[in-house]
């Protein structure tokens, strides 16, 4: 109960006395969206976005028992996977944290015959960032390893509707080699910093089928400086040449036959 009144202090304090403008307007942001989710049900977003109140989507996310907030990321990856769903490769997600992504995922392949979808994860948080994680944006926090941790028995349980789900518990990319002769039409990679992001990259990328479609959640975050450059460096020598940076933070890329 402490912790959580003191939270709110902070919140507020930060929103009120942060001198420098661009800090400011991040920190009342943060508060202005801690009070919308404390008072429960009411959302900050533009009100005549069609996906807000598509009933379908909103009767399946309900489901999902991890207490992450479904946003637009979310709606992004169900959009995304489903539109490669015809595809005959496995799913994958590198960093799962609460297991949100993949649910979101895991529905857009739910009953198709002989598909798999993978989670690879530490379950032990982030792992150490390296100087090329360093934002430059003064608005940005620098990640810590250990960030983000959440139990393995956790996510399998926020997962455990879907039977066609594989966990690989280890840091990246030491369980790879475990699915190197499968073949993928969608990859989530959500690991924050640099080099598990160009690793996941890197190995994902030559097993992803022509169509098939990569996705990096920290792409076009300033607190996630090497995520992006990990994403740029790879695909700059590659036939798709550049990042696609959606609005939400994500880039993406389809697969060149």
Same mark, same amino acid.
């Given at each position: ?109 739910? !009953? %198709? +015959? ?7 994860? *530490?379950?032990? /948080? ?110 700059? !020598? %590659? +036939? ?7 609005? *939400?933070?994500? /880039? ?6």
């Amino acid at each position: 109960m402490f912790s959580k009144f003191f939270n709110w202090v902070r919140l507020v304090a930060q929103a009120v006395l942060t001198r420098e403008p661009a800090q400011r307007h991040v920190r009342r942001y943060e508060l202005l969206s801690a009070l919308a989710a404390r008072l429960g049900g009411f959302r900050l977003y533009t009100h005549s976005l069609i996906w807000w109140k598509d009933a379908a989507f909103q009767r399946l996310t309900q489901g999902y028992p991890g207490g992450q907030k479904i946003n637009p990321r979310h709606y992004n990856l169900h959009q995304l996977a489903r539109s490669v769903s015809d595809l005959p490769g496995d799913s994958v997600e590198c960093g799962v944290y609460k297991g949100a992504g993949s649910y979101v995922i895991a529905l857009a392949f739910e !009953g %198709k +015959p002989g598909h798999l979808h993978h989670v690879f994860d *530490s379950f032990e /948080g982030l792992s150490a960032p390296v100087e090329r994680d360093r934002p430059s944006d003064p608005t940005a926090r620098p990640y810590e390893s250990g960030e983000f941790a959440t139990p393995e028995e956790t996510v399998r349980r926020n997962l455990d509707r879907f039977g066609f789900i594989r966990f690989y518990k280890g840091w990246i990319p030491t369980r790879f080699p475990e699915v190197v002769d499968r073949r993928f039409a969608f990859v989530h990679i959500d690991v924050d910093l640099y080099e598990p992001t160009r690793d996941s990259i890197a190995f994902f990328y030559e097993r992803l089928l022509p169509g098939g479609i990569l996705v990096c959640d920290d792409y076009g975050f300033t607190d996630c400086p090497g995520a992006k450059r990990a994403f740029d460096e790879f695909i700059a !020598g %590659k +036939p798709e040449r550049h990042v696609i940076h959606l609005t *939400s933070g994500q /880039g993406m890329i389809v697969r060149r036959g």
